[in-house]
C-alpha cells in the first residue's frame, strides 16, 4: 500500500493526538498558584442576591400578634447573640470579665496574656506583638508571613497580616500571591491560661485576582506550660464566589519578650490547598 495514502488516512488521528498532548501539558505546566488564581477568578461578577424577591412578602401583614412575636423573636436573637459573642450575665464582675492585659507572655509567674491582678505593674494598657514566620510546602513552593497584633482596652485589638507565596514552575519562571487582611478584634475569653478571640474585617488578594473580601477569623492560646504555649487560628475570606481559609497550629517558646514559633499551616485558596510547614520569631512591645 501506498504510504503517501497510509498518512492521509492517519494524519487527522496523529493531530488530534498532538493537540491532546500540547493541551495536557500547558495544563500540567501552569503553577498551583497559578491555579489557585483562576478558580478564584472563575464567576467573577456573577451572582446577586434573592433577598429582593421577597422583601415585601410581609408588608400587608398587620397582625399585631405576629408583629409581637417577630418583636420578642428579634430581641431573643440579638440578645444570645450579645451574650455568645460578648459577656453573658453569669460573667459579669468576675476574674475573667476584669482581667487585663500582661506585658508579654509569662511576663509573671505563669499567666499568658492576661492576668486578674490589677493592682501591679503586669498590666498594660496597649500591647503590640510583631511576628515573621517562613512557610514552606516544598523546594518550589514558599512563603512569609507577616503579622502584626495590637491590644488594648483589655479586650479590643487589631490584627494586620501579610501573606507572600512564591512558586518556582520549571516550564514558566515564577510565581506569586500576596494576600493582605486587616480585622478588628474582640478578645471573648480571658483567662491567665487560655483565652479565646474573633474578628472581622477585610482582605485584599493582590495579583490576578485583584479584589477585596469579606473576612473572619477566630483565635485561641493555651498557656499550658512555662515557657510554652499552644496556639490555633483560622481565617476564611469571601472572594467572588469562591473561598481563602487560613489555619494554623503554633507551638509557641517564651523567652522575655520574644517568643519562637514552630507549626503547620494549611491554606486552601480557591480550589487549591497547601500544607506547610511554619518556623519564625516573634517580638512584643
Excluded at 497510509?6 to 500540567?28: D, E, R, S, Y
Excluded at 477568578?41 to 400578634?65: A, L, Y
Excluded at 496597649?126 to 507577616?146: A, C, D, P, W
Excluded at 514552630?262 to 517580638?283: A, D, T
Aim: hydrophobic share 40%.
Amino acid at each position: 500500500m501506498n504510504h503517501n495514502v497510509i498518512f492521509n488516512h492517519t494524519k487527522p488521528l496523529i493531530l488530534c493526538i498532538v493537540f491532546m498532548f500540547l493541551t495536557a501539558q500547558i495544563g500540567f505546566a501552569q503553577s498551583k498558584l497559578g491555579r489557585a488564581e483562576d478558580s478564584l477568578n472563575e464567576n467573577r461578577g456573577r451572582g446577586g442576591t434573592s433577598s429582593e424577591r421577597n422583601s415585601n412578602s410581609f408588608d400587608d401583614d398587620d397582625n399585631p400578634f405576629v408583629e409581637a412575636i417577630a418583636y420578642y423573636a428579634v430581641e431573643a436573637v440579638l440578645a444570645v447573640s450579645y451574650y455568645t459573642f460578648i459577656e453573658s450575665p453569669f460573667e459579669f464582675g468576675t476574674n475573667s470579665s476584669l482581667a487585663g492585659v500582661t506585658k508579654y507572655p509569662y511576663y509573671s509567674a505563669n499567666k499568658g496574656n492576661y492576668t486578674y491582678d490589677l493592682e501591679t505593674d503586669e498590666i498594660s494598657f496597649f500591647r503590640m506583638g510583631i511576628s515573621s514566620r517562613y512557610i514552606s510546602e516544598n523546594n518550589n513552593l514558599k512563603g512569609m508571613h507577616l503579622n502584626l497584633d495590637m491590644r488594648f482596652l483589655k479586650r479590643l485589638g487589631v490584627e494586620a497580616d501579610y501573606l507572600q507565596l512564591w512558586e518556582n514552575n520549571p516550564n514558566f519562571g515564577k510565581d506569586n500571591l500576596a494576600i493582605f487582611s486587616l480585622l478588628a478584634q474582640y478578645h471573648r475569653v480571658r483567662t491567665e491560661k487560655f483565652d479565646v478571640k474573633w474578628g472581622v474585617g477585610t482582605s485584599y488578594v493582590a495579583g490576578n485576582v485583584n479584589q477585596f473580601g469579606f473576612a473572619y477569623g477566630l483565635g485561641s492560646e493555651l498557656f499550658f506550660a512555662k515557657p510554652l504555649s499552644l496556639e490555633i487560628n483560622f481565617n476564611q475570606t469571601f472572594i467572588n464566589t469562591g473561598t481563602i481559609n487560613k489555619f494554623n497550629g503554633l507551638l509557641n517558646y517564651h523567652v522575655d519578650r520574644c517568643k519562637f514559633t514552630g507549626g503547620y499551616e494549611h491554606l486552601r485558596i480557591g480550589n487549591q490547598n497547601f500544607s506547610m510547614v511554619s518556623v519564625g520569631l516573634g517580638v512584643f512591645f
